[in-house]
């Protein structure tokens, strides 16, 4: 049975850490799908059982010399988002004080009196605590790494920086020897303490810069209130939110943040519900609506009944959804693993020849050491590891403001190649709801014979009896506009519901006679009671050119009227279909619906490709048609429902819904706010964020590329190296940081 395990792993520093336990777990038997992350120090793990156990897993990390241990059972995205802020917490306290001390000791060195005999040994106290403080993990690391036969960016920084300061202590305690074979005896105390402060310094605007990228989930930890308002005995009590059970109604009052997820059960407000589904105009709430965790009460008074709690709330669910998303990997992430592999071996190998080519060539022992040192330090595996995760983290969190939810790196690569976006009409151009748009008087010799009011009165009187969704958009008309509701309405007997026609039924009239008979219905439905709709076919004839469907309504022999019903385009719906369009993208409309209509809401939103007329499965052949030769990538957007075939088939699914409600199982990308013009974010942000890797990628790469020769043709001293080495993973951090612009 395949199972997903997140592990969380301590002592993982730069790329080529992540990439040495990514081939430890991907070569486990019985794993069949690893992706470790070095932003969120976690891999996530797919794996079969009991073909593999998870302990195997943590005997698989271990050995590559990093601790890891199993998740707590109890464990929650927000209570694992406060462990990992409390430990990051921590970890920058610790790099400010240490950064701290390295520079004033580097600054102290610089500012001793050159000619001091007691120099050197000043030097080499102060340097020491710096090497056995501020920089012990750096050597720890590096040793831990050489006892697993493996190398790693600690690696270069201890043998680097440890040349140096072994080379020192070695000319203060017996400069004669360096004498007495003509070399002189330099000391590099200052470069040691310098260089490993600009490190250290380096990791401290990298940490601080990595914080940034997780202040979405952070937020999302936030929208949990701490205390919830419950009834029980009759008395209003406050209790810890931990202790609030299923089946308890709480109380919410204005302004305050809604405890968890319930069903309204008394009283009436308007709910923001903004950080869950990006949507800023509050939503109407009253009797049986259901309202989410963590989303404003903001005028009136409810009170709700619990429903989920707990890892199942929308709240805690979309969390899941972001941590999930976040340790992922994008495909494009593999090049960096590559390089990673052999980086650091590689760096090492071109430092030692770099000593023994200025040593032959005629360059003092000093000189080619520090060469080598400069060509260790420069060298930086982290910018790689960072490139791919810092911006996907970010990526993920401006969608979740946006109100979309990407599940993966590999669903977000993808994103950005998009070709084809293939649109369903209900539920995503179109409301899903159908509406009484208009209603047409049949004309008399004096003036309608009835009125519209009396007209909707009639028919909702019939339909309040049916289930059918036209019946439903009756009934609902009626009620909007004051007119007569429940026991107040026309009363008739003799219902019969006629499929695929419509409804007939007898008025009661007063004192229980027999009255007229009421027909609700299609032009089908009056050729079987032989009513001749008159002038009133051709009102049918174009409510139906305009993608209204034309529902007569008839007392006795005589059609009253015409209703029609449309099913109206969603706000911003054009709009983000001209954007679509904009950006480069063939749209096209796929519906079950009839041609007529179909082409009708196409013209009226402007997509010129429409496939109408298609059942489910013809949905999911279509899809297949359109990728077909493999050279176009399609997404569809889809109500997550009905169109789960032909999202999973798409290479790209965008499951539109509207908050609790959305089926993020569906698709690749949900899409929380209802609107379509979350699909163009989803596809925008996706550009941008496969942009803003590439970027990471190509300066993590070139730095190297240029920065290594450079220091192996002397051109840069330690100092300079060790400052452009912490200055390349900030830049990378922080044009990942640029997304949340």
Known sequence: MSKTITIPIRGMHCAACQSRVQSALAGTPGVSDASVNLMLNSATVTYDEPAVLPEKLLESIRATGYDAELPKAEATPFGDQA???????????????????????????????????????????????VVGWSGRHFYTRAWRAFRHHTAEMNTLIAVGTGAAYVYSVAATVAPGFFLAHGVQPELYYEAVAAIIGLILL????????????????RALAGLQPKTVRVLRDLRELEIPIEALEQ???????????????????????????????GESMPVAKAKGDRVAGGTINRTGALKARATTLGADSALARIAKLMRDAQASRAPIQNLADRVSRVFVPVVISIAIAVFVGWFIVGGTPVHALVTAISVLIIACPCAMGLAVPTALM??????????????????????????????????????????????????????PAVDAGAVLSLAAAVESLSEHPLADAIVRAVEERGGPKGKERIQVRDFEARAGRGAVARMVAAGGADG??????????????????????????????????????ALDQRVVGVLGIADPVKDGATEAIASLERMGLEVVMLTGDSRATAHAIAREVGIDRVVAEVLPDQKVEEIRRLQAGGTRVVAMVGDGINDAPALAQ???????????????????????????????????????TMRAMRQNLFWAFIYNVVGIPLAAAGMLSPVIASGAMAFSSVSVVGNSLRLKR
């Open 202 to 217: 380096g990791n401290t605007f990298e940490a601080r810069a990595k914080k940034q990228t997780t202040a979405a989930l």
């Open 247 to 277: 089946g308890d109604i709480f109380v919410v009052r204005p302004g305050e943040r809604i405890a968890a997820d319930g069903e309204v059960v008394s009283g009436s407000s308007a709910v923001d519900e903004s950080m869950l589904t």
């Open 516 to 553: 007229k008979r009421v027909a609700i219905g299609n032009a089908t439905l009056l050729r079987e009671l032989d009513i001749d709709p008159g002038e009133m076919r051709a009102r049918a004839t174009e409510l139906a050119d305009r993608a209204r469907t034309p529902v007569y309504v």
């Open 394 to 447: 970010v990526a993920t969190g401006k969608g979740a403001r946006l109100g979309v939810l990407i599940k993966g790196g590999e669903a977000l690569q993808r994103a950005h190649e998009i070709d084809v976006v293939v649109l369903d009409k209900t539920g995503t151009i179109t409301a899903g709801k159908p509406t009484v748009v208009e209603v047409f008087l049949a004309p008399g010799p004096e003036g």
């Open 650 to 688: 798409a290479d790209v699914g965008l499951a539109i819904g509207t908050g609790t409600d959305v089926a993020i199982e569906a698709a690749d990308v949900a899409l929380m706010r209802g609107d379509l013009r979350s699909a163009v974010d989803a596809i925008a942000l996706a550009r941008r």
């Open 83 to 129: 462990s990992q802020d409390e430990a990051h917490a921590a970890e920058l306290r610790e790099l400010i004080a240490k950064t701290t001390v390295s520079l004033v000791v580097a600054a102290i060195t610089v500012l001793l009196p050159m000619n001091a005999t007691w120099r050197p040994w000043v030097l080499l106290v102060l340097t020491s605590v």
